[in-house]
């Protein structure tokens, strides 16, 4: 229903030409200059106070202010530089507070602009605050400057304002001119009116014909601009980027456009694409150069940046490209498309969806909300102009598989990884481009629907980041490999490490860093994989083995990911099946065999081959060891920081190679910096005494409580039973959650595998408070620990800080461990999980040692590499 209760403007006559204004009414006034606003907002405000409304002036602006504070006017200070969600965030807040029939002045819009850099923010910002205004039925000011931003932003201003009010002034003369008057009209209302500078009531339509003339020349000289003025701000600021580069190009070096990036204002430039940490804009400005960034642009859709890991991958190119050109030769080129910022919070108003990232928002519906929020997300649509851009880049790709990955403002920067966090979809692009277009789109909504899931939101919420502006961007690539047959893949993936915190032997240098690789899509070597182990190597001393040495077939890769058309997925198939599908050269160089087992199974009547990859020949070329160190190195040198590297690799039959860099961010490597030397106590005291094999820096900390899950017994239990231990691990890992203690866990085999057979299959929140994560072998059941370094789950690990090792039976990392050591002290299982027939099944199975009184520490030399766990 209308609402007829009516507001004074303070202008008798401005009431006049617009029928009053109305509570729910936003007031949008175009202008030339501030000065034109001021004259209608003062009056505004000075009515409303003295008539003891509750009137709120919003301040964001860096001109001088709009109202002077006085007696019964709040004024509300943001801070745009937060971003657009907290500023509109603490708006609605506010809003919410004040109650109904509050008056709102905001400063002008345009200067939005000049934070948010895009107009469609600037749109994006009056559309998700005009709502709150109706709701409320209060009145807001706006303004924004004339020919300084997008025909469509406009446009949307428009569409959204109850009030869009024209303002000019000529010769002397001052003009209002009404385009939008909603739910009132009187016959005169939408003529030119002119205003009475000297007696501002007086505001009275034109109906002389010699004067609505003058009138409309005026309004014809104002709007006369170039057709690029009705472009986004974002696109016109590139276009005359683009023009200082041509001109640099034709020699008339107006600006150093051509040189590595430098300046303030280019240095601007790089803050609107790469984002606005210091230290990722230091690396820019040595290494990208405004030829780059433009041609950063012309492979972006929407405004806005980029995100972390476009970021990353695309730094990482550039500095390989300028340090290291004999390298850079190596690299595969790449051709990749950035979906903006911006274009996230477009979708979500577009598709009504901010009135639920509110309410998610809050404490209450942090969680419950976000559920309903993924389901609206997957049921959104693009609109045209979107679409139009993702058709034209699809017709590009053709029929390239391509991968959707998510580039959170957030992701992949220094402390923050959000690794496996956020979804990332292949897109096989099978079909005609209409079914490739929805298949695509499909993929846009499922990585911005990640943004809601569980593990995300705990993650921001255990980091402090709850109350962050998190804006996702894309990162559109086309997947490196080559067909076989019916499927895609690339030779190898994996990810690239430049400090070695995993020290399975003391030959190893941990400062040549570490490789992680699989044959196929790297996704095998980013997640942990049951029933098989990538490759992992140190780049100094790339053949000696991390595990399995005395059984490659078994510690090996048996299954490889890839891209299969028939299927339009990506998919897990047995090396056994598809090597028959490689070609004579690439199946001699990929693939192994266990000759001993194959021999013994003949003999046996068996005729069946044990095929298996290590990776063992691509670690044996030296160009390509040597190549990975020193990329990891060089890009090291420009972060001053340990970096990983996620990468493809791809060999011709001649043996020629090309390395693509997929994404780049600094390395958590943990610790807590203290220098640990490890003391000499006698055998009764040690816990476990270790060599190596451990992972999360330097640490010394004194031990409250050990978690155990006995090898033997947990072999023992039912199978369809083993997933209760990981639930139990995790309520005292609750338990425990609002105490200050230090918990140390030991598992047998794998933590967070998803076969119970080979560990327990615990998620990361059901061992987020350990302070200490141990996994042990027990040969007897085939229990063995699997470094995952580099894997999701261990980049959870190191960046909460959770020191990890291995403990094995018979290894020379091992060099003492007492299984027993804790024997004699009570299991307060039950008091922690509580009386019930659970804890009362488990109670051999899963120890609890309060261990507090006892000294129980635990201390890791990192100028060693040994790590001590005793009284002490």
């Not at 003295?50 to 509300?76: E, S, W």
């Amino acid at each position: 229903m209308i609402n007829q209760k009516k507001a004074p403007s303070g202008l008798a006559g401005l009431d006049r030409a617009v029928d009053d204004l109305r509570y729910g009414d936003n007031v949008v006034w175009q202008i030339s200059d501030i000065g034109e606003y001021a004259f209608f907002a003062e009056p505004f405000a000075d009515i409303s106070i003295r008539n003891r409304k509750n009137t709120v002036y919003f301040r964001y602006g860096k001109d001088a202010p709009l109202l002077k504070p006085v007696y019964g006017l709040k004024i509300v200070e943001l801070d745009l530089a937060a971003g657009f969600e907290m500023a509109v965030m603490q708006i609605h807040d506010i809003i919410e507070r004040e109650g109904d029939e509050t008056h709102y002045i905001f400063d002008s819009m345009t200067a939005l602009q000049k934070e948010w850099v895009a107009d469609f923010m600037l749109s994006n910002f009056f559309a998700v605050v005009a709502p709150d205004i109706v709701k409320h039925k209060c009145v807001a000011y706006y303004a924004f400057t004339r020919n300084l931003h997008s025909t469509e932003a406009v446009a949307r201003i428009r569409e959204a304002a109850q009030l869009l009010l024209d303002v000019f002034h000529a010769d002397g003369n001052l003009y209002l001119y009404p385009l939008r008057v909603t739910d009132r009209y009187h016959f005169s209302m939408f003529l030119p009116h002119k205003v009475d500078k000297d007696d501002a009531d007086k505001i009275e339509p034109l109906t002389n014909g010699i004067a609505i003339s003058r009138f409309y020349s005026i309004v014809g000289a104002s709007g006369n601009v170039d057709s690029e003025q009705r472009l986004d701000s974002w696109d016109r600021f590139f276009i005359k980027m683009q023009r200082s580069l041509d001109r640099e190009v034709a020699g008339e070096a107006a600006v150093n456009a051509g040189n590595a990036v430098g300046g303030e204002g280019v240095r601007a430039l790089c803050r609107m694409v790469f984002g606005a940490d210091d230290h990722i804009l230091d690396i820019a400005t040595n290494n990208v150069t405004l030829k780059d960034i433009l041609e950063i642009k012309a492979r972006m859709i929407g405004v806005g940046g980029i995100g972390g890991k476009a970021t990353g991958m695309l730094l990482s190119r550039m500095i390989v490209d300028k340090r290291l050109p004999d390298i850079a030769k190596m690299l595969e080129p790449h051709d990749s498309f950035y979906i903006c910022s911006n274009l996230y919070y477009t979708f979500l108003i577009k598709n009504n969806c901010w009135g639920l990232k509110l309410k998610q928002r809050t404490k209450r519906g942090y969680f419950t909300v976000a559920e309903i929020l993924k389901e609206k997300i997957m049921e959104g649509s693009f609109s045209d102009n979107i679409r139009e851009q993702f058709r034209r880049m699809l017709e590009y790709y053709g029929q390239s598989p391509i991968i959707v990955r998510s580039s959170s403002l957030l992701e992949d920067g220094f402390g923050n990884a959000f690794a496996g966090k956020y979804e990332s979809v292949f897109c096989v692009n099978v079909g005609t481009l209409d079914e490739r277009l929805v298949a695509f789109e499909s993929a846009v909504k499922t990585v911005y629907a990640s943004t809601m899931d569980e593990s995300v939101l705990a993650y921001r919420l255990n980091r402090g980041l709850s109350e962050r502006e998190e804006q996702m961007a894309l990162l559109v690539q086309r997947v490196s490999g080559s067909l076989f047959r019916d499927f895609y893949m690339p030779a190898a993936a994996g990810v690239a490490y430049s400090y070695n915190s995993y020290r399975w032997s003391s030959e190893i240098d941990p400062t040549k860093g570490m490789i992680r690789i699989v044959m196929g899509l790297g996704t095998r070597a980013v997640d942990r994989t049951d029933g098989d182990y990538p490759r992992i190597a140190a780049l100094d001393k790339p053949e000696l083995r991390a595990s399995g040495a005395e059984d490659l077939s078994k510690f090996a890769q048996h299954k490889v990911d890839v891209l299969e058309f028939a299927t339009n997925s990506l998919t897990t198939l047995d090396i056994q099946t598809v090597q028959d599908k490689m070609s004579d050269w690439f199946r001699a160089f990929m693939i192994e065999h266990d000759y001993a087992r194959e021999r013994q199974l003949r003999e046996l009547g068996i005729n069946r081959k044990i095929a298996f990859t290590t990776c063992q020949n691509i670690l044996r070329r030296e160009d390509f060891v040597t190549g990975m160190r020193r990329i990891l190195e060089a890009v090291e040198n420009e972060y001053n920081y340990p970096v990983d590297v996620e990468f493809a690799v791809n060999f011709s039959k001649e043996g020629d190679f090309m390395i693509n860099l997929l994404q780049c961010r600094p390395l958590q490597v943990g610790g807590n910096g203290i220098r640990a030397e490890l003391p000499r106590i006698e055998k009764e005291k040690t816990y476990f005494l270790l060599d190596g094999g451990t992972m999360g820096g330097a640490h010394r900390k004194r031990i409250d409580v050990v978690v155990r899950v006995d090898p033997r017994l947990y072999y023992e239990y039912p199978y369809h039973k083993k997933p209760a231990v990981a639930r139990a691990i995790g309520a005292i890992n609750r338990y425990y959650g609002n105490e200050d203690k230090v918990l140390m866990l030991l598992v047998p085999g794998r933590l967070g595998t998803t076969s119970p057979e080979l560990g327990v299959p615990v998620k990361f929140a059901e061992i987020s408070n350990m302070s200490i994560a141990c996994e042990v072998a027990y040969e007897g059941a085939g229990y063995m620990p699997e470094l995952s370094f580099g894997s999701h789950f261990f980049q959870d690990l190191v960046e909460t800080d959770i020191f990890y090792a291995s403990i094995f039976e018979n290894k020379n990392t091992t060099l003492y461990y007492d299984p027993d050591f804790l024997s004699g002290r009570e299991n307060i299982l039950k008091e922690v999980y509580g009386d019930s027939e659970a804890e009362s099944d488990l109670s051999d199975i899963v120890r609890v040692c309060d261990v507090s009184d006892m000294g129980l520490t635990i201390a890791m030399d990192i100028a060693t590499g040994k790590t001590l766990c005793g009284i002490f």
